[in-house]
């Protein structure tokens, strides 16, 4: 359900916490409490560290209520969905998976992102040559999860052993996924996206199997050409048109950047608190006067880069164990796909979706979690084939 978060609100028009996934989340959760004995269940310490980020946001959180500047209906959200994956992400690796299990969660999730492209797709075409986001909760979720589906599916297409026909399959969602990030009008998914494409085709580079398999893409795109004018499409496309309209102008990203710094600077680096960066009072006395208009006259804005989230509002201790987190998913990630092939996929996926976080705040994302759950596991297979 997480390629379709939103569907309840997009479709029925109801607005309301208890999304699918969540209550899902929540269920799977039940279920592994009550089908294991105590014993049976696995912490791992490195996944503790996301316990930690979230209890030592909690210090910048009261000492902020304690001055009466809390936007409480943010703090509580934030924690509800803190809760929610901290639920599911460690309590599901008490159940005996194997490579073969995360294959499949992973085509599943993939399969849903395809999905969800053509439906943004749709709306693009017919509804709205805006943004896109379709089921999912906002345009910059929904590029996370397009470069995440577009990466699992191009790697692949030019490194998996297959029938024709499932590479024939991969290369069609290879062209949705592409298509459906185009829509969501995402910039810095364009970085991670050509970042992705640049190690899969670097890694156990082969001449002949590069030019036979970009032949295979390259050649319906000039056939596309001569009935589409990509010329006057790419005018119309949310990405290449931001990039262009906002080319010269100050980065809205920096200027948040530079404001929180400052504002962590102002709350004796102790931190905001829980999602109090967009908080009025906050938001109005360090943003608010910038002279980046578009960022000034916002109502509230996060501060688009996962890094600085957790230093700026969760604080310094907070930000030592996410970066904790990272670097030791990366040097397991790392040292299995030394020893496995089979794993460098993930690697290259966890590259991208580090890269990604420089640039947005997905640290919310629901399906960002569930790659962290991915990589868990996969930092804990040691040879399996």
Same mark, same amino acid.
Request: hydrophobic letters at 55%; glycine letters at 4%; charged letters at 10%.
């Given at each position: 359900?997480?390629?379709?978060?939103?569907?309840?609100?997009?479709?029925?028009?109801?607005?309301?916490?208890?999304?699918?996934?969540?209550?899902?989340?929540?269920?799977?959760?039940?279920?592994?409490?009550?089908?294991?004995?105590?014993?049976?269940?696995?912490?791992?310490?490195?996944?503790?560290? +996301?316990?930690?980020?979230?209890?030592?946001?909690?210090?910048?959180?009261?000492?902020?209520?304690?001055?009466?500047?809390?936007?409480?209906?943010?703090?509580?959200?934030?924690?509800?969905?803190?809760?929610?994956?901290?639920?599911?992400?460690?309590?599901?690796?008490?159940?005996?998976?194997?490579?073969?299990?995360?294959?499949?969660?992973?085509?599943?999730?993939?399969?849903?992102?395809?999905?969800?492209?053509?439906? #943004?797709?749709?709306?693009?075409?017919?509804?709205?040559?805006?943004?896109?986001?379709?089921?999912?909760?906002?345009?910059?979720?929904?590029?996370?999860?397009?470069?995440?589906?577009?990466?699992?599916?191009?790697?692949?297409?030019?490194?998996?052993?297959?029938?024709?026909?499932?590479?024939?399959?991969?290369?069609?969602?290879?062209?949705?996924?592409?298509?459906?990030?185009?829509?969501?009008?995402?910039?810095?998914?364009?970085?991670?996206?050509? +970042?992705?494409? +640049? #190690?899969?085709?670097?890694?156990?580079?082969?001449?002949?199997?590069?030019?036979?398999?970009?032949?295979?893409?390259?050649?319906?795109?000039?056939?596309?050409?001569?009935?589409?004018?990509?010329?006057?499409?790419?005018?119309?496309?949310?990405?290449?048109?931001?990039?262009?309209?906002?080319?010269?102008?100050?980065?809205?990203?920096?200027?948040?950047?530079?404001?929180?710094?400052?504002?962590?600077?102002?709350?004796?680096?102790?931190?905001?608190?829980?999602?109090?960066?967009?908080?009025?009072?906050?938001?109005?006395?360090?943003?608010?006067?910038?002279?980046?208009?578009?960022?000034?006259?916002?109502?509230?804005?996060?501060?688009?880069?996962?890094?600085?989230?957790?230093?700026?509002?969760?604080?310094?201790?907070?930000?030592?164990?996410?970066?904790?987190?990272?670097?030791?998913?990366?040097?397991?990630?790392?040292?299995?796909?030394?020893?496995?092939?089979?794993?460098?996929?993930? +690697?290259?996926?966890?590259?991208?979706?580090?890269?990604?976080?420089?640039?947005?705040?997905?640290?919310?994302?629901?399906? #960002?979690?569930?790659?962290f759950i991915v990589f868990g596991f996969v930092a804990i297979f040691k040879d399996e084939n």
């Open positions: 359900m997480l390629p379709f978060e939103n569907i309840t609100k997009v479709i029925w028009q109801i607005e309301s916490p208890f999304r699918p996934y969540r209550v899902l989340a929540l269920l799977i959760g039940l279920l592994i409490v009550i089908s294991r004995k105590p014993q049976q269940l696995k912490f791992f310490k490195n996944d503790l560290n +996301l316990v930690w980020v979230y209890l030592f946001g909690l210090i910048p959180s009261m000492i902020a209520w304690s001055k009466g500047m809390l936007l409480a209906e943010s703090f509580w959200l934030t924690s509800i969905q803190y809760f929610i994956v901290l639920w599911i992400f460690l309590l599901i690796k008490s159940l005996p998976f194997t490579i073969r299990n995360i294959y499949h969660c992973m085509d599943l999730f993939c399969f849903g992102v395809v999905i969800n492209s053509i439906y #943004m797709l749709y709306l693009f075409g017919f509804a709205d040559m805006g943004r896109q986001s379709g089921w999912m909760d906002n345009p910059n979720f929904a590029a996370f999860a397009c470069n995440v589906a577009f990466t699992y599916f191009f790697y692949q297409f030019y490194h998996a052993p297959a029938s024709g026909f499932k590479k024939l399959a991969w290369l069609l969602a290879v062209f949705i996924l592409f298509a459906g990030l185009l829509v969501t009008g995402s910039r810095s998914a364009l970085i991670s996206f050509a +970042l992705s494409i +640049l #190690m899969i085709l670097l890694y156990q580079f082969n001449w002949k199997q590069t030019l036979v398999k970009t032949g295979l893409i390259v050649i319906p795109l000039l056939l596309l050409s001569l009935i589409i004018d990509f010329n006057r499409l790419a005018d119309a496309i949310p990405a290449w048109n931001r990039l262009v309209t906002l080319s010269g102008k100050e980065e809205a990203r920096s200027t948040l950047w530079l404001k929180g710094l400052e504002a962590f600077k102002d709350s004796d680096f102790i931190g905001l608190g829980i999602e109090q960066f967009k908080n009025p009072k906050n938001y109005s006395r360090f943003v608010g006067q910038t002279e980046n208009v578009s960022v000034a006259n916002q109502a509230g804005l996060v501060l688009h880069n996962d890094y600085l989230t957790v230093l700026v509002e969760y604080g310094i201790l907070a930000f030592v164990c996410f970066v904790s987190f990272y670097k030791t998913l990366f040097n397991k990630l790392y040292k299995n796909s030394l020893n496995n092939s089979n794993q460098y996929l993930f +690697l290259i996926c966890f590259i991208n979706i580090a890269l990604f976080s420089f640039f947005n705040s997905s640290f919310q994302s629901h399906s #960002m979690w569930f790659m």
